[in-house]
Nanobody, 118 residues
């Protein structure tokens, strides 16, 4: 099982960035996909979620209206488009897969750094 994130980097406040997560080794369409983030000294928090069925989405209040999560079940990928980035969005962003039938199967990527700074 692998979740490989890409697309992180340094961006100025107000800028945009797209993170991508490529999944392999499991039946992608059976998994809800999530993006978490963890800033230094803070707990990991759920940023955005997209369900396996119907593709319904959920966002943290802090990013709602600025971030968009999407998935492509044919390509086994999930993206996080981030707009109007703020310094407080600086964190390591993690891709997460959670089986929709059981909590026994949860997978994490290695994380990608996003830094918002001028």
């Amino acid at each position: 099982v692998q979740l490989v994130e890409s697309g992180g980097g340094l961006v100025q406040p107000g800028g945009s960035l797209t993170l991508s997560c490529a999944a392999s080794g499991f039946t992608f369409s059976n998994y809800d996909m999530n993006w978490y983030r963890q800033a230094p000294g803070k707990e990991r928090e759920l940023v955005a979620q997209i369900r396996s069925i119907a593709g319904s989405t959920h966002y943290a209040a802090s990013v709602k209206g600025r971030f968009t999560i999407s998935r492509d079940n044919a390509k086994n990928t999930v993206d996080l488009r981030m707009y109007s980035l703020k310094p407080e969005d600086t964190a390591v962003y993690y891709c997460n897969a959670r089986n929709r039938f059981t909590t026994a199967y949860v997978y994490w990527g290695q994380g990608t750094q996003v830094t918002v700074s001028s």
